[in-house]
């Protein structure tokens, strides 16, 4: 079977995002090249010893548990396309069972930490130059909304609603979804927009945040800028756009926020998705039960 035909299938029914789209087709080839040198198969015609054997050469090769599941995500994928279109009447991973691997938490800026990056600029906007404007805005808007890096990324003009003080995002399978914005992003929102509009831009572009000479920013872009600005305030080690996000989730359920409104916000199918945020406040509650309950001290 084509691999082009899964890309299409995936492209067109299970609406895949470019991200998704690459991993699943590097993890395929892989298997592919790894199946040709060692025992001649084909990946429609591998069985689960051939499956295991990857397995345990990716082990060989320092990779992880959870990285691993990952990539057996990416052939299941694949298995259950072959099924569907009938070239497959077993698939080789039915009986397959995930590695276990220990839950990763990954600790979210705190208050103090973020207070500290945005206090460290000031109210005043109007001195800014293009770059610094975008920069701050990105950082702003990423904690502001909790939206993904490539949410941001894909952001076009038309879809800054200033009056309603709400923006259209395109989240996971294409589903569109309406963000609030808090009162201090509109003030950097309309100076950057002002400035965005004085540029002499070489290509016309429609996209919200572009560089000075039009184009696009671009993932990897997004993520240095915030690692950058990230590392003048805090020491953690993952200071990506994702812990933005995780940011923004734990604080404001922190704050009181309801779980099913943090769901729609971060543009979550499930709540379960949603529950991960929840650790750290669970953690604070704990702290407080411990402190506040008559038996909590030993006498």
């Known amino acids: 079977m084509s691999l082009n035909a899964f890309k299409d299938y995936l492209l067109m029914e299970r609406m895949a995002s470019a991200h998704t789209l690459k991993a699943y087709l590097r993890d395929l080839t892989s298997f592919a090249e790894f199946l040709q040198e060692q025992y001649q198969v084909s990946v429609d015609s591998a069985q689960y010893i051939h499956v295991r054997a990857w397995m345990v050469f990716l082990m060989d090769h ?8 990952r990539k057996i995500s990416s052939l299941k994928a694949y298995y259950q396309f072959l099924l569907k279109t009938g070239w497959l009447t077993l698939s080789p991973l039915e009986v397959h069972q995930s590695l276990k691997s220990r839950p990763k938490l990954s600790l979210p800026f705190s208050i103090n930490e973020m207070n500290a990056l ?3 600029w000031g109210s005043q906007i109007t001195q800014l ?24 990324t894909g952001l076009n003009l038309i ?4 009056d309603r003080a709400q ?16 009162e201090s992003l509109i003030p950097m929102l309309k100076y950057y927009l002002n400035q965005r509009s004085e540029l002499s831009l070489h290509q016309e572009t429609h996209s919200l945040f572009v560089m000075s000479d039009g184009r696009k920013l671009s993932d ?8 950058r600005y990230l590392s ?51 953690e604070d509650l704990k702290k407080s039960y411990r402190g506040a309950h008559p038996r909590s001290t030993k006498k």
């Open 62 to 69: 320092g990779n992880k548990h959870q990285t691993i599941n």
């Open 167 to 182: 923006i259209k995002v395109l989240g996971k399978r294409n589903k569109e979804r309406l963000v609030p914005l808090i």
């Open 220 to 227: 990897s872009f997004v993520y240095r800028l915030v690692n």
């Open 129 to 152: 130059d293009f770059d610094e404007s975008r920069n701050r805005l990105v950082l702003a808007l990423l904690y502001g909304t909790g939206i993904r890096r490539a949410e941001l």
């Open 232 to 282: 003048e305030v805090t020491s953690k080690e993952k200071r990506s756009p994702h812990m933005l996000r995780h940011t923004f989730a734990t604080h404001v359920l922190q704050s009181g926020a309801d779980l099913n409104s943090v769901k729609e916000l971060l543009g979550h199918s499930s709540l379960a998705a949603t529950q991960v945020y929840t650790h750290n406040s669970i």
């Open 159 to 162: 879809d800054v609603d200033l």
């Open 118 to 120: 945005f206090d460290q």
